[in-house]
């Protein structure tokens, strides 16, 4: 069995000499066949307590896949994913690496595995041209969490198109404590000649990665990894495990699980742990451990701290935990209601300070048109949505011929979307047929004719049409009959 397990061999190694390394004669240990697994799994604990010879099967293959929505990219991979296989061996056990390069392809490649102790970690025994195979045999002398790759040059190249994984050394003392879900997220950076969400099919851009501009931070190959259907699925009570990795071959990580703390962390990968830790680095290559438990259900967002990266480059996926809500661990919101400070009473106050500000002073009845509409959604709305309203996968909905948008800026009453920009909006919603569940905050400090050329712009762009646009005046009355409804107490029980 090669896939779903493992399959123990106890014929002696001379029955199997194509299988075997000059290194290995001497013994006759049992053969193993890895169990690899596809992102987001990972292979089941090592039980048992004796060393083997692993054989470790991987295939290089050339492909073509989705980065992003409507965005292919040409990947290369190991075993047809990004990152390619998860490896778990054992602590000196004698691993037999077989890397074949599939006939289709059309460049060579090797594997640099870090977990080796020896030149170029495989690379120098591996150098593989199409439709040829290579093999070489290690011993797996030191535990821990080992980034592989490949370094055929030029190792950027190959790196940023996707050719790296992880390989696990389970300790000889044994698997760590056993937790309910073990999950493998491995981000990269990636280097197009267009900016991130343009469609089509889109080059490999040498100089970019050279200067280290990437248009794509992505778990596990694609900002669409993690999120809608194939977010992760946990349960309130269970405890995670995260093997994560970074492929680089530029950015160091910053991995954090938006409202979860790390109770245990494996730094590096490596052997001590660390606890209560917010967020953890990765450098490009490395890789570590992250340990901590649902408390309470909801959605939470594994992203990048370099918070840009998540929001506007795709490094964001999603765990969602069912079960039930701990309001003793998080309430949930308690309290909605009106605050106007200081500054914004008495600004609110003292009417306009120029005579130019008077057509757009919040009350005033003016036309939106007389106000840059598009120049106000830049500053205001663009991180999430982004430029051209196309919004982020599973997080932000897209404002570009969206349905959800125009159903509500042609209905007869349309205060629900000035809601929106003064209140904002959680929870999901289903924008052209797909599940969104982000934040969209409140925008704070826009007048009633801000706010309506606003909505005039993007009830009018990016392929929405048949609106009427908005007025000054309109938005006036329903910012009356928004804050009146927030501000309302609620109902007894």
Sequence with gaps: MRSGGVARVTLPCLFHLPLCGAAALADELPVEYAALTAPPNVPPPITRDYPARVVVELVVVEKDGLIADGVEYTFWTFGGTVPGRFIRVRQGDTVQLQLANHPDNKLPHNIDLHAVNGPGGGAASTFTAPGHKSQFTFKALNAGLYVYHCATAPVGMHVANGMYGLIYVQPESGPLPPVDQEFYVMQGDFYTDEPFGVKGHQAFSMQRAIDEHPSYVVFNGSALSMVGDDALQVKVGERIRIFVGNGGPNLVSSFHVIGEIFDTVYPEGGREPTHDVQTTLVPAGGS???????????????????????????????????GPQVHDVYSGKELD??????????????????????????????????????????????????AAGQGLEGVFPPLAKSDFLMA????????????????????????????????????????DAEIAAVLSFVTSHWGNAGAPPFTADEVGKARAAVTATAAAPAAAP
């Design 288 to 322: 570590a451990i992250v340990e901590f438990t649902i408390n309470t259900s909801g959605t939470y967002a594994m992203v990048d701290h370099s918070i840009l990266r998540a929001f506007n480059k795709g490094a964001l996926g999603l765990l969602k935990a069912a």
């Design 337 to 386: 209601q009106v605050y106007l400070g200081d500054q914004a009473v008495a600004s609110a106050l003292r009417g306009p300070r120029f005579p130019e500000e008077a057509e757009t002073w919040t009350g005033a009845p003016s036309a939106a048109k007389e106000i840059d509409g598009g120049a106000l959604f830049a500053k205001n709305c663009s991180m999430c949505h982004q």
């Design 408 to 447: 509500r800026a042609t209905a007869p009453d349309r205060k629900e979307l000035v809601g929106i920009v003064l209140n904002g909006k959680t929870g999901a919603v289903t924008v052209n047929g797909k599940p969104y569940n982000g934040v969209m905050t409140p925008i704070a400090g826009l007048s």
